[in-house]
């Protein structure tokens, strides 16, 4: 299988246009953050923040295939002593765009940096917004299982009756559980929170997150060949995962100096892996299969 990593120079909001409609099945990213990262990105200020994403947003509702997902990893900020609003009121216009809000997930920073502040606790979680087109959308739960662990050796080992039979939900809702489905299995499903430390050393970028992240999300939404598009590529953590996980991948990059380092990084991998006259790094329109 011939896996393209395609990395184009240049603002995301102009760059996307060039994409075809419905070309890319997976897109997992992360924004510069309000009035962060000025010294590279220039920072937004958080009352710009929704009207300077929602044209973004809109390209990449126009690109992504009807089963496709986008899962946006964003936090907000804390100004004078109170967190800002921008990411829930981002999440409601997004959803006025025509996007689905299907699920939440929570990134718990397991290296946190410790800190003492007056009003609040360091911050050790990030959000994963996933967000879709339609209400059916790939997903390959199996991929991303767990061992079950001590936790079918504790709970399971003395089941009540109730536990044995589909216990009716409490609230009147038709939903209940059968616990005993669970006795001789080795996987479970995991939870909506990950426990990943972060990763910026030797990553020549300062927001890095760690490659653990996307790969997880790629293995649940995605199969060999598919397309994985990340629009602020930066240190292209996304990209690199995806072609180890034989994925086509796009990034998008506005700043030389990042473009330029996964670029030189992505050289010896193509050496390898791809012919040597074959290029897949252009600024150029995007082919009928999203990369060109």
Request: include cysteine; hydrophobic fraction near 35%.
């Amino acid at each position: 299988m011939e896996i393209k990593t395609d990395i184009i120079l240049g603002d995301s909001k102009k760059v996307l246009k060039k994409l075809l409609d419905n070309s890319v099945d997976f897109v997992f990213t992360s924004p510069p953050y309000a009035d962060q990262r000025k010294s590279t990105y220039g920072g937004i200020h958080p009352d710009k923040y929704v009207e300077w994403f929602l044209p973004i947003s809109e390209e990449l509702l126009r690109v992504l295939k009807p089963t496709g997902t986008f899962v946006l990893n964003i936090k907000e900020k804390v100004i004078k002593g109170e967190r800002s609003t921008y990411v829930m009121e981002l999440i409601i216009a997004m959803r006025k765009q025509g996007w689905l809000w299907t699920e939440e997930f929570i990134w718990h920073k397991k290296n946190a940096f410790p800190g003492k502040w007056p009003n609040r606790f360091r911050d050790s979680w990030e959000r994963l917004l996933q967000f879709n087109k339609d209400k059916k959308f790939n997903m390959y739960q199996e991929e991303v299982m767990v061992p079950m662990g001590n936790w079918a050796k504790t709970r399971l080992k003395n089941l009540s009756e109730t536990d044995k039979t589909r216990d009716e939900s409490k609230v009147g809702s038709g939903f209940g559980k059968n616990i005993s489905n669970w006795l001789d299995r080795d996987m479970a499903y995991p939870t909506n929170v990950l426990h990943l430390a972060t990763e910026c050393n030797n990553k020549n970028h300062s927001a890095a997150f760690p490659e653990a992240l996307p790969k997880w999300f790629i293995k649940l939404f995605t199969k060999q060949g598919d397309i994985v598009l990340d629009p602020f590529m930066g240190s292209g953590t996304t990209n690199f995962v995806a072609k180890r996980m034989n994925r086509n991948s796009i990034g998008i990059e506005i700043l030389p100096e990042y473009y330029n380092s996964v670029k030189e990084q992505l050289e010896p991998i193509k050496l390898v892996l791809l012919e040597p006259e074959q290029q897949y790094e252009s600024t150029e329109l995007i082919g009928s299969n999203g990369v060109r």
